[in-house]
């Protein structure tokens, strides 16, 4: 259902009109600041999965336009912890905070509202937090997310984006410790404001 999703966005933005123009020029230098929530949040250990309740993120981006359309750049966001709804969670509560590059590549559409759409894709660090008496962080891992976005009346934003947090957690109070590896995934609504330098 989430790739189904996110492969309609993405083909959507592709196949939107555009204008040989571009708003953004080489050299432009953005600062995104937003929020947003998760949706449908999964977290998937070696044996089972379970469904996480949606939690609010909170993120900074930096872009670079190395070209009018290509802009690269990095950014932090802290997703809140949220708590684990399985059986078994004993009410732990799981959350990340992401390091990270990016890349998007701009498509103007000519719009005065929608102004452009671009496809973004993420790649760096997550460091995870856990709230339990009987779970601890062992390690953390790679994180990754792609998705598409919109600018709206020039500075405004929307974005929906799959991401996946990787780590390793260490089960307390067996006798002995044991560990096994965790995947955190959701889908990011995100919202923010966009300044340009």
């Avoid at 993120?59 to 966001?77: K, Q, R, S």
């Avoid at 390793?168 to 109070?173: L, Y």
Wanted: charged share 20%; proline share 3%.
């Amino acid at each position: 259902m989430k790739k189904s999703l996110l492969a309609l966005l993405l083909v959507a933005a592709l196949v939107l009109p555009v204008v040989p123009a571009f708003a953004a020029e080489e050299g432009q230098m953005d600062l995104d600041i937003k929020a947003g929530l998760t949706l449908m949040p999964k977290i998937a250990g070696d044996e089972d999965t379970d469904d996480v309740e949606s939690a609010f993120l909170a993120e900074v981006d930096f872009f670079y336009y190395v070209m009018p359309e290509l802009a690269i750049g990095a950014g932090i966001n802290n997703i809140f912890n949220a708590k684990v709804k399985g059986d078994n969670a004993g009410g732990t509560k799981v959350g990340f905070t992401n390091i990270y590059a990016q890349a998007k590549y701009v498509f103007e559409t000519g719009n005065d509202i929608f102004n452009n759409v671009y496809p973004l894709v993420q790649i760096g660090y997550g460091i995870g937090s856990v709230d339990s008496d009987w779970v601890e962080v062992d390690s953390n891992g790679i994180c990754w997310g792609i998705g598409v976005g919109t600018t709206i009346k020039e500075n405004f934003m929307f974005e929906l984006v799959y991401f996946q947090d990787k780590g390793k957690q260490k089960f307390k109070g067996f006798g002995e410790e044991l560990a096994g590896d965790i995947t955190y995934s959701a889908l990011a609504v995100k919202v923010g404001y966009k300044f340009n330098f």
